[in-house]
Nanobody, 122 residues
Framework: QVQLVESGGGLVQAGGSLRLSCAAS??????MGWFRQAPGKEREFVGV????????YYANSVKGRFTISRDNAKNTVYLRMNSLKPEDTAIYAC?????????????????WGQGTQVTVSS
């Protein structure tokens, strides 16, 4: 059974940092993405990392502040978030891309985690 489980969310003050983890089980995946959804807003692409980790792409809104990495030995992807802002408050979910994709589009992702809440206070 394929599962993606996020952890690491929480409440942090503006300017602080958090690291989210996404542990995959059931199979290995190529590209892995992070998305977020704030209350009343549409789901937003955050970033994506290729299967080897050699290619990474970020949304402009997080570029320079967030870092995606992966440990394939642990089948885990990470999202390090620095200089957090109140507008980063959202539910963050990881997703596994369909084979051969490296995408910013949610419909190109095959499996999704349940999400973890990140709240940034001002």
């Amino acid at each position: 059974q394929v599962q993606l489980v996020e952890s690491g969310g929480g409440l942090v003050q503006a300017g602080g940092s958090l690291r989210l983890s996404c542990a995959a089980s059931g199979r290995t995946f190529s590209s892995m993405g992070w998305f977020r959804q704030a209350p009343g807003k549409e789901r937003e692409f955050v970033g994506v990392i290729s299967g080897s980790g050699s290619s990474i792409y970020y949304a402009n809104s997080v570029k320079g502040r967030f870092t995606i990495s992966r440990d394939n030995a642990k089948n885990t992807v990470y999202l390090r978030m620095n200089s957090l802002k109140p507008e980063d408050t959202a539910i963050y979910a990881c997703a596994a891309g369909f084979p051969g994709t490296f995408s910013t589009v949610a419909s190109d992702y095959e499996y999704w985690g349940q999400g973890t809440q990140v709240t940034v206070s001002s």
